[in-house]
């Protein structure tokens, strides 16, 4: 299967206040940069690439992580762009110098 584009948010719930919010969206991020996959950090969502069960399996984990670091859940928003000649981050910025 080619590579996929995903663009996923983690929504930690039920923590005190925005520094373990954000402590919680940190240890997410955090699985994500160990992965070896290609990826991008923005204010609002972070985009992967991969092939599709890596990407998955990156965002469960990513998932795991903020419960462990103290949310009660996880609300997790995926967009998954699949196109079977390949997609990349690089391609879908390529034009803006990114």
């Given at each position: 299967?080619?590579?996929i584009a995903v663009s996923f948010q983690?929504?930690?719930?039920?923590?005190?206040?925005?520094?373990?919010?954000y402590a919680a969206v940190d240890a997410a991020?955090?699985?994500v940069a160990a992965s070896g996959l290609s990826y991008?950090?923005?204010s609002m969502e972070t985009t992967l690439e991969g092939e599709y069960d890596a990407v998955?399996?990156?965002i469960k984990a990513?998932?795991?992580a903020v419960l462990q670091?103290?949310?009660?859940?996880?609300?997790?928003?995926i967009k998954v762009d699949y196109d079977?000649?390949?997609s990349s981050i690089e391609e879908k910025l390529a034009k803006y110098g990114g």
């Open positions: 299967m080619a590579p983690v929504l930690p719930g039920g923590l005190a206040d925005k520094a373990a919010t991020i955090a699985v991008r950090v923005s998955m399996a990156v990513a998932q795991e670091a103290g949310a009660a859940r996880v609300f997790t928003l079977p000649l390949g």
